[in-house]
């Protein structure tokens, strides 16, 4: 049984930083892809931060430079470290992850991901 589990979310003050951990169980593989998304109330979701099956990064335009993805093999945990954010970050974040090694970052945005978590929400005040 795949679980993941997202925690850490939380409120902020624009320009502060939060740190949002996903931990999954059952996993056929930590390795496979895995990513970090968001969805705003009213907006489409978007893919935000991933990392491949060879530790490759890729982030969203919006948020490079200010997010950092990130696993933790050992502890089965992926994280997303949030800094200097916005109240545009503002929205429910989920971690996702494939179930192929193959799945690139740009086919896991495109939603071809097998697991996903419930969310943590993120909430950035001006």
């Known amino acids: 049984h795949v679980q993941l589990v997202e925690s850490g979310g939380g409120s902020a003050q624009a320009g502060g930083s939060l740190r949002v951990s996903c931990v999954a169980s059952?996993?056929?593989?930590?390795?496979?892809?895995m990513g970090w998304f968001r969805q705003a109330a009213g907006k489409e979701r978007e893919g935000v931060a991933c990392i491949d099956s060879s530790g490759r990064t890729n982030y969203a335009d919006s948020v490079e430079d200010r997010f950092t993805i990130s696993k933790d093999n050992a502890k089965t945990t992926l994280y997303l470290q949030m800094n200097s954010l916005k109240p545009d970050d503002t929205a429910m974040y989920y971690c996702?992850?494939?179930?192929?090694?193959?799945?690139?970052?740009?086919?896991?945005?495109?939603?071809?991901?097998?697991?996903r978590g419930q969310g943590t929400q993120v909430t950035v005040s001006s």
């Open positions: 059952g996993l056929p593989d930590i390795s496979e892809s």
């Open positions: 996702a992850a494939a179930s192929s090694a193959w799945t690139s970052c740009s086919a896991l945005y495109r939603g071809q991901f097998t697991y």
